[in-house]
């Protein structure tokens, strides 16, 4: 199978270099502070931890679809936190994570040789390993114009969208979306939108001149602005892996078109693809708590206010950003040159050539760090 090789071996120079790290002051400590990677540091919430530690008895098999309790949950949170009233429960499907299906979901849906999957030029890489593992054709692009004058015949069969963004922060709006829905409609193109950090939204704080918003989270592709009232053709990738510290628990879910879920579903049954019941239970009491959610933001939102001025002390200039766990920064230069500058100061960041050729100038900051990691990297970039 042709698979990209996995990038982060590469990063092994500039981690040692950083982890030799000894500050001048106390301030900025010794050795490494790893801002590479979007795994979350802080404590998995009590709520979620009792509801998992109640299901531990589990003899039997669960459900492949979730027991329908789950599935209401989920479609309560659409309504509730992100302006999606209309979810059926009948088109939601607990995932092992939300990265098994990006990998998956080209497969899932009967995509093979000759098809192409479309996703952003600076994108989380599993879009395209997805459809490399179908045997697919990745195909990277901004906008709809970039695949020609395209028929149903020759249009992609399944497009992606991630919003917000990992790596750039950047948030699709209403408007966008929507042309997007109507273009993939008349071609009959499946839109399957990547929404993991829709509650990490730090737009309405005037960055970057960004409206304040009407809704608590980033717009969904499911939202009735942008469907038009029918998830006919959408899917929605959930995870509460970020908004919840549980990337360990692999809790997510997809949900829109029941016809495609019910498509997934079934092969899905057939391969074994069934989230653990204690891990059903944990992700219903997740998707049913706004309390935690709201605390791990203004982690975040903390660690960002910090984190994001020393940046730009450094001589950074953060692009986009708007939401999710990630600055998107650049020095106008080589983004190894940067990892490079920063591995000195003890820092290890992403290079933006990670997401595609076009994030070639950037580095990928996480606010992952715990905040003595976080005001340990701001002294160092400040100093
Ligand atoms: C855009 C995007 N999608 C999906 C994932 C996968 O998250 P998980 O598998 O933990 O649900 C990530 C993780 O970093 C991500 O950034």
Redesign the pocket.
Known sequence: MDLPDFPWDSLAPAKERARAFSGATPDEGEGLVDLSV?TPVDPTPEVVQEALRGAVDAPGYPQTWGTPDLREGIAGWFARRRGVPDVDPDGVLPTL????L?AWLPTLLGLGPGDVVGFPTVA?P?YDVGARIAGATPFAADATTAFGPTTPSSAPRLLWL?SP??PTGKVLGVEHLAKVVAWARERGVVVAS?E??AELDWRGEGERGEPVTDLPTTPSILDPRVSGGSHEGLLA?Y????QSNL?GY???FVAGDPALVRQLLEVRKHAGMIMPWPVQRALLAAVSDDEHVAVQRERYRARRDVLRPALEDFGLRVDESTAGLYLWATAGEDCRATLDRLAERGILVAPGDFYGPAGREHVRVAVTASDEGISAGAARLSA
Do not use: F, H, I, L
Not at 97 to 100: A, F, L, R
């Open positions: 979007g994570g939300s990265k098994e990006v989380y599993t991630n963004s990992n990547d993991c950090y990738v995870s509460t892996s970020k990337a692999r809790a997510a």
